[in-house]
C-alpha cells in the first residue's frame, strides 16, 4: 500500500503544523512538582537512573517509574543542554511523532482517509499538547503504544509476519520499561495474537519462534528486575487517588479527558462525550461495504480489543485496588480510541458519497429518497467531524490560556527571590517544593537552597547565624504549618507571596533572621534630618538610608536603597503608606521617579515609638545616566488620599550611582550584540521592556533602550499610548527628544541609552487585550514615524469575595451595589483616628465610577468624613462584577475640640464625575437625602493627654 505524492506532502504539513502546536510556548509552564521530580531523577549516575533510584532533599527512595524515559533525557543533556526549552524538547518530539504514527495506523487498518482523519485529530489533540510540555514520559508512552499497534496488525497481516513481530516485542521492551500501564495493553495485544494465531503462526519459521521467546524471556527478565515486580502493587498504589468510581464515570472521564485534555469539561453538558463514544461504537461495528479484501473484521476487532479491553483491564484493576482513576493510565488506549472514530467517519462519508454519485442524475421519487439520505449520512458524518474537532480546539486553547489556576508557578517565584536577592539569603523549601525546579531557576543566583529536614535535624541557631534573610517556599496540603508557625515566631516575617496553583496554593514569605529594629543608625548610615516642624507630627518619618550596589540578577538596571524609619510617639502606623524616589540632577532635571508601598506591614512588635524599622527597596534606575552628581529625594505619602506627609532630600556622587552611569553596561542585561526591532534613518530602539499584563489603575512602566545613528541632527518627541485593540487612545505618556532632559544631538553614536515611560492606567478600564504603540514626533508636533510595540493584556481583578462576617447589618441597595454593614475598629492606645469598615456586594455590573463616603455628624453641625473610590482608590465601581463584595476602610480624624455626645453615622456613593449621590433603599423605602443611615457614635470624654482630646466611640442602637 503505497502512499502518493499528495499524500505525502499533506501528511508532512500535518506533521509540521504539530511542531508548531508543540513548540509555540512549550517553556510557558514552570516545572511543577512531578516534573521536579524527574529532575532528580535525571541527576544521578547512571546505575541509579537505572536502578530507579532517586534522591530527593538529603535522602533516597526507589522511583515508581521504569528508567528508560530517564536514561532517554539524561543522553539527551549530554546533546542539547539542560536548559528549560531542551529538556522539554524531548517530550514535545514525542507530541510531534505521534500525527504521522496515527496516519500510518488508521492508513494500514482502513484506508488513506482514515489515516487523516485520525492525524488531524492527534494533531488537535489537547491532552496530547499538554504532556508534549511536560518533563514526564508520558508523551513517549502514546508514541510507543501507536507504534507497536501498528508493527503487531502489520505482523499479523504479512505474508512475513517474523521481521515486524520481533519489531513489536522490541517495542514492548522498550514500553515496558517507560510505564507500567503498559501491562495493560500488552496483555489485550496478546489476547489478539492468539486469536488470530492462524493466520500468522502458520506462516513462522522455527528461527522465529527461537527468537521470539528470547524476546519473550528478555521482557520477564526486564520487568524483574526493572519494573521489580514485587513492589508494583504499592508503586501503584503511592501513584492514585484513594476512592472508587462508578463504570459510566468512568467511561465519561476517559473520552472527555481525550477530548478536552486536562484543563477542560464538556461544555455541552456531555452530548459530545457520548457522540464520540457512539461514534467509536459505529466504528466497531459498521461493515464497510468495500469488500473483504480491502477492510474486514479483524482490523475491527484489533482495536476494540485495543481500547475497549485495555480500558477494562485498567479500570479492573484500580477497582480491585479501590483507587481512583487517572487519565494517565489510559493513555495507551487512546490512539485505538481515534482510530475507531475515524473510520466511523470514514465509511459514513463513502456511503454517504455513493447514494449520491449513484442517484444524482435521476429524478424518480425513490431516487430522490436515496439522495436524502446520501446527504443525511455525510451530513451527520461531517457533523460529527465538526464536533469533535470544535472540542478538541475548545481544549487546545484553554491548554494554553493562563488562568489562576492553570499551572504550578514555580518559575515565579524563583523570579520573586532572584529579583530580590541580597548577599546571605537562603531558600527554605518543604518536602512537597520542587527544589530541582527552583535550582535550575535560580542556578546563576548564590543563594543557599536548605531543605526543610536539614534545619529539623539540625537547630535554628544555625540558621540565624549564618544566614541574614530566609525565603521560605511553602506549597499548601497543610504541610508544615507548624514549621511556617515557629518560623513567624523566631524571626521577622517581612512579605508574604502567593503564586498561582493547580491544585493547592504556593506561598513565599521573606523573614529577616536578624532583627531590622535597632535603637540608632548604624555606622555608614547617611542621616536625614528634619525639614519641616510638620513632620514630627506624623506617624513615621524617613531618619536615614544607604544606597547599595544593585541585584545583577534582576534584569532591570537598579540600586539597593535601606531606608531607616522612625516610630512617632503616640502614632497608629497606616499600612498604606507609600514611598516615591527621585533622582534628580544640580539643574533640576528627574531621572528617576518611582513609586512604591513603603512596605511597613507586617511589622515586628518591637518596633516601638522611637525605634528605628529597615526596609529594603529595589529600586530601577535607568542604564546611561550622564557622569555627575546627583541628589536624592524621598518623599511619603498618606495611602489614602496620596497627601505628602514627610520629605527628605539628601546629595549623591557619580560613585553611588556607578552602575548605571553612561558608558557602564548593566551586568544584568549588557545591551551589546543586541538585534535592533525598530531601526530608522536616524536611531534604532534596541529593546522594549514591560509587563505582559497589568491590572487596571496600576501604572504601566515602559522602558526603551535606543540607539543614535550616524546623520541624526535633530531633536524629536516620543510618546508611548495604549490603544484599544481596534483603535481608540486610552493613556498616553510623552517626553522631549527620546529622553527627558538629555537631548539627542548630546547623544554619544552608537551608545545605549535607556529610557522609561510611565503610563498610569484608568480605574475603569476594561479587561482585554490592548496595543502598545510608539510614536516620533518633531518638535513642531508634526509625526515622524510610529511602531507596535507589542499586546497588553488587562486584567481582571481577582474576585473579592463578600464578607462573612459583619458586625452590624444593614438591609439597604445603593445604585448597584447593595449594604451589607459595617463595623468600627477600636484601636487598643488612644487616638483621634477612628477606623471603621463598611461592607457592599455588587448585585449587577455597574455603570458609574462611583466614590463609596461614610460621614460622622454631630448635634451642633460638626461633620467629619472620608471619601474615597473602591479599595483606598486602587479600584474604579465600573471593574466590579456581579457578587463581588468590598471591604472599604474608611479613617476619620477627630478634631479635639468636638464636644462629647452622640454622633450619627451615614454612607452612600456618589458620582466621581457628577458627584450626584446615587440612590438609595434602605428597608425596601426610598431614603433621605439618599444616605444609609448606619446608627449613631456615643463619644464620651476621656482623659485629656498633653494638648490632645480624644473620646472613646461606642456604638448605640437605636432611633436617632
Sequence with gaps: MKTNRRAFWLIVGLTFLAAILRLADLTGRSFWLDESYTLDRIAGSWLDVLNNVVYVQGGYTVDAHPPVYFLLLKAWTYIAGDSEFALRLVSALGGVVIVPLMYALGRRLFSQRAGFIAACFALLNPAFQGYSHELRMYSLVICLAALSAYLLYRGVQSRRPGLFLLAWFDVVVIALLAHYSFIALLTMQMVFMAISAYRWLPRLRIRHFVALFCCL??????????????????????????????????????????????????????????????MWLLGAVLP?????????????????????????????????????VDFRYYLVAVPAFYVLIARALDVMWARGAALLRRYGDSRQRTHYMRRVAGLAVAGVATLSLASIALAQGFGSVLTFVRTDNWQDD???????????????????????????????????????VIWLSQIQNSTMHTVASKYRRVWYAISGRGYNESFKAEFDTRFHARKRYGFPA???????????VRSPVSDGLPAGVTAVSVSSESEMTQAVRIAGYTINPGNPYNPQPNIRLSVYWERQPNSTVDPGTVVSFKLKTADGAVWVDWLMPADLEPTPGTW????????????????????????????????????????????????????????????????????????TADVMLLDAEYPASIEPGQILPV???????????????????????????????????????????AWPIDEPVRAMKSLVLPQALRAGWYRLALTRKSSDGRVMDSTLLGLVEVKDFPLSPVANEIPHRVNATVGEFSMLGYGLYQPPTRTVLLEFHTYWRADTTPTRDGVIFLHLMGPDTQTAQDDNPPEQGRRSTLSYRPGEGIDQIHRIIIPVDWPGGKYRLYAGIYDRASLDRWMVKQDGQPARDNLVYLGTIDLADLQDLPGIKTFLPMIVHGAD
Excluded at 530580590?420 to 548564590?446: C, F, H, I, M, S
Design 217 to 278: 524471556a528478555a521482557i520477564i527478565v526486564l520487568c524483574v528486575l526493572a519494573l521489580r515486580i514485587t513492589q508494583l502493587s504499592s508503586f501503584v498504589a503511592i501513584e492514585m487517588i484513594s476512592g472508587a468510581a462508578p463504570l459510566p464515570d468512568v467511561f465519561r472521564y476517559v473520552i472527555d479527558a481525550s477530548l478536552f485534555g486536562l484543563n477542560a469539561t464538556d461544555p455541552t453538558g456531555g452530548w459530545i462525550i457520548w457522540s464520540a463514544g457512539v
Design 288 to 324: 464497510s461495504g468495500r469488500g473483504r479484501t480491502r477492510q474486514n473484521w479483524l482490523a475491527r476487532l484489533f482495536l476494540i480489543v485495543s481500547f475497549a479491553g485495555t480500558a477494562a483491564v485498567v479500570t479492573a484493576m484500580l477497582a480491585i485496588s479501590r483507587r481512583w
Design 410 to 448: 514555580w518559575r515565579a517565584l524563583a523570579q520573586v527571590v532572584a529579583y530580590n536577592w541580597q548577599e546571605g539569603d537562603a531558600l527554605v523549601v518543604g518536602p512537597l517544593t520542587p527544589d530541582a525546579a527552583l535550582k535550575l531557576y535560580l542556578r546563576d543566583v548564590p543563594v543557599d
Design 502 to 512: 493547580h491544585s493547592d496554593t504556593i506561598e513565599l514569605t521573606l523573614y529577616d
Design 608 to 679: 516601638i515609638p522611637g525605634a528605628l524599622l529597615r526596609i529594603d527597596y529595589v529600586v530601577p534606575v535607568p542604564l546611561g545616566l550622564p557622569p555627575q552628581d546627583y541628589s536624592l529625594e524621598l518623599i511619603t505619602h498618606s495611602g489614602a488620599k496620596s497627601e505628602v506627609e514627610g520629605r527628605a532630600v539628601s546629595s549623591l556622587d557619580r560613585t553611588q550611582l556607578d552602575c548605571c552611569v553612561r558608558i557602564k553596561a548593566w551586568h544584568g542585561s549588557p545591551t551589546s550584540g543586541r538585534v535592533a526591532r525598530w531601526i
Design 703 to 745: 522602558m526603551l533602550t535606543w540607539q543614535l545613528r550616524a546623520g541624526a541632527t535633530s531633536d524629536w518627541q516620543t510618546f508611548v499610548s495604549l490603544d484599544g485593540f481596534l483603535g481608540g487612545n486610552i493613556v498616553t505618556s510623552g517626553g522631549e527628544s527620546g529622553i527627558d532632559q538629555l537631548q539627542v544631538t
